[in-house]
Protein backbone atom coordinates (compact mmCIF):
# COMPACT_ATOMS: atom_id res chain seq x y z
CA UNK A 1 0.00 0.00 0.00
CA UNK A 2 1.39 3.26 -0.59
CA UNK A 3 1.14 6.39 1.99
CA UNK A 4 0.65 9.91 1.04
CA UNK A 5 2.09 12.39 2.79
CA UNK A 6 2.52 16.15 1.61
CA UNK A 7 4.14 16.61 -1.87
CA UNK A 8 6.09 13.48 -1.52
CA UNK A 9 3.83 11.33 -4.05
CA UNK A 10 2.58 10.29 -7.52
CA UNK A 11 -1.21 10.95 -5.57
CA UNK A 12 -0.35 14.52 -3.95
CA UNK A 13 -2.77 17.24 -5.43
CA UNK A 14 -0.75 20.73 -6.80
CA UNK A 15 -1.46 23.21 -4.50
CA UNK A 16 -3.59 26.22 -6.08
CA UNK A 17 -1.69 29.49 -5.56
CA UNK A 18 -5.14 31.26 -5.14
CA UNK A 19 -6.00 29.56 -2.15
CA UNK A 20 -2.79 29.99 0.23
CA UNK A 21 -5.11 29.86 3.17
CA UNK A 22 -5.79 26.27 2.56
CA UNK A 23 -2.05 25.76 1.62
CA UNK A 24 -1.30 27.17 5.26
CA UNK A 25 -3.64 25.02 6.65
CA UNK A 26 -3.07 21.90 5.06
CA UNK A 27 0.73 22.26 5.45
CA UNK A 28 2.43 19.98 7.72
CA UNK A 29 -0.74 17.42 8.20
CA UNK A 30 0.17 14.39 7.63
CA UNK A 31 -2.74 12.06 5.11
CA UNK A 32 -2.56 8.66 6.95
CA UNK A 33 -4.85 6.93 4.63
CA UNK A 34 -3.40 4.37 3.32
CA UNK A 35 -4.08 3.66 -0.68
CA UNK A 36 -3.32 1.34 -3.09
CA UNK A 37 -2.18 1.42 -6.65
CA UNK A 38 -5.82 0.72 -7.96
CA UNK A 39 -6.91 4.18 -5.72
CA UNK A 40 -4.24 6.03 -6.51
CA UNK A 41 -4.82 5.29 -10.26
CA UNK A 42 -8.42 5.60 -9.66
CA UNK A 43 -7.38 9.43 -7.76
CA UNK A 44 -6.29 10.19 -11.47
CA UNK A 45 -9.28 10.34 -13.37
CA UNK A 46 -11.64 12.95 -14.05
CA UNK A 47 -14.66 13.39 -15.94
CA UNK A 48 -18.27 12.40 -15.26
CA UNK A 49 -19.17 8.97 -13.27
CA UNK A 50 -21.31 6.40 -15.01
CA UNK A 51 -24.86 6.54 -13.88
CA UNK A 52 -25.95 2.94 -12.96
CA UNK A 53 -29.04 1.21 -13.63
CA UNK A 54 -31.61 1.96 -10.75
CA UNK A 55 -29.52 4.48 -9.18
CA UNK A 56 -31.82 6.87 -7.07
CA UNK A 57 -28.90 9.82 -7.42
CA UNK A 58 -30.34 12.92 -8.51
CA UNK A 59 -27.49 14.82 -9.81
CA UNK A 60 -24.71 13.57 -11.66
CA UNK A 61 -21.15 13.03 -9.89
CA UNK A 62 -17.93 14.46 -11.07
CA UNK A 63 -14.65 12.68 -10.44
CA UNK A 64 -12.06 15.00 -8.45
CA UNK A 65 -8.82 14.74 -7.23
CA UNK A 66 -8.39 17.21 -4.92
CA UNK A 67 -7.52 17.05 -0.53
CA UNK A 68 -9.88 18.51 2.09
CA UNK A 69 -9.68 18.99 5.65
CA UNK A 70 -12.23 17.36 7.63
CA UNK A 71 -13.06 19.06 11.19
CA UNK A 72 -14.14 16.56 13.73
CA UNK A 73 -16.27 17.84 16.68
CA UNK A 74 -18.97 15.40 18.64
CA UNK A 75 -22.39 14.51 16.90
CA UNK A 76 -23.80 11.83 18.15
CA UNK A 77 -23.62 10.65 21.68
CA UNK A 78 -22.62 7.49 21.34
CA UNK A 79 -19.64 7.95 19.36
CA UNK A 80 -16.63 9.60 21.35
CA UNK A 81 -14.67 12.18 18.40
CA UNK A 82 -12.24 14.42 19.57
CA UNK A 83 -12.28 17.69 18.00
CA UNK A 84 -9.36 18.06 15.36
CA UNK A 85 -8.75 18.04 11.55
CA UNK A 86 -7.41 15.70 9.63
CA UNK A 87 -6.75 15.17 6.15
CA UNK A 88 -8.91 13.71 3.83
CA UNK A 89 -8.69 13.20 -0.32
CA UNK A 90 -11.73 14.03 -2.46
CA UNK A 91 -12.78 11.73 -5.03
CA UNK A 92 -16.18 12.98 -6.78
CA UNK A 93 -18.54 15.90 -6.15
CA UNK A 94 -22.00 16.62 -7.04
CA UNK A 95 -25.01 19.19 -6.35
CA UNK A 96 -25.97 17.15 -3.32
CA UNK A 97 -22.91 15.30 -1.65
CA UNK A 98 -19.18 13.94 -1.78
CA UNK A 99 -17.42 11.25 -1.73
CA UNK A 100 -13.64 11.13 -0.20
CA UNK A 101 -11.35 8.72 1.35
CA UNK A 102 -11.28 8.75 4.88
CA UNK A 103 -8.15 7.16 7.27
CA UNK A 104 -10.65 6.57 10.05
CA UNK A 105 -13.97 5.15 9.94
CA UNK A 106 -16.97 7.70 9.94
CA UNK A 107 -20.63 6.95 10.70
CA UNK A 108 -24.04 7.69 8.93
CA UNK A 109 -25.70 10.75 10.87
CA UNK A 110 -22.53 12.17 11.67
CA UNK A 111 -22.23 15.59 10.87
CA UNK A 112 -19.15 17.18 10.36
CA UNK A 113 -16.92 21.03 8.66
CA UNK A 114 -15.17 19.53 5.21
CA UNK A 115 -12.91 22.61 3.28
CA UNK A 116 -12.00 21.04 -0.19
CA UNK A 117 -8.85 22.93 -1.88
CA UNK A 118 -10.82 25.64 -4.02
CA UNK A 119 -13.98 25.29 -2.02
CA UNK A 120 -15.13 27.01 0.38
CA UNK A 121 -16.07 25.23 4.04
CA UNK A 122 -18.96 23.09 3.90
CA UNK A 123 -21.00 21.35 6.45
CA UNK A 124 -21.65 17.47 5.65
CA UNK A 125 -23.13 14.48 6.82
CA UNK A 126 -22.08 11.41 6.27
CA UNK A 127 -24.53 9.23 4.55
CA UNK A 128 -22.55 5.85 4.34
CA UNK A 129 -18.86 4.70 4.89
CA UNK A 130 -17.41 1.47 3.10
CA UNK A 131 -14.34 -0.12 4.45
CA UNK A 132 -11.96 -0.46 1.45
CA UNK A 133 -8.71 -2.21 4.22
CA UNK A 134 -6.21 -0.97 7.03
CA UNK A 135 -6.14 2.53 6.68
CA UNK A 136 -8.91 3.52 4.52
CA UNK A 137 -12.25 4.13 4.40
CA UNK A 138 -14.97 4.84 1.53
CA UNK A 139 -16.89 7.61 2.68
CA UNK A 140 -20.18 9.28 1.18
CA UNK A 141 -21.73 12.44 2.64
CA UNK A 142 -24.56 14.96 2.11
CA UNK A 143 -24.48 18.74 1.71
CA UNK A 144 -26.12 20.24 4.91
CA UNK A 145 -25.54 23.27 3.04
CA UNK A 146 -25.78 24.94 -0.79
CA UNK A 147 -22.32 23.82 -2.25
CA UNK A 148 -21.12 26.98 -3.76
CA UNK A 149 -18.23 27.72 -6.01
Same mark, same amino acid.
Given at each position: ??? !? ?6 ? @????? @????? $? ?12 ? +? ?8 ? +? ?11 ? $??? $? ?39 ? @???? $? ?17 ? !? ?13 ? @???? +?????
Amino acid at each position: MLE !IDGESSAG @AVPVD @AENAS $FAEAVQGMPCKVQL +TRELLDDLKL +TGPLPTIEGDRRR $FVR $FRVRARGILYYRQTLPAIERAEGSHLVLVRNISRSGIGFLS @AEQL $FPHERFSLWVEGKRRMEIE !IARCRRLHDGCYDIG @ARFC +TPLEA
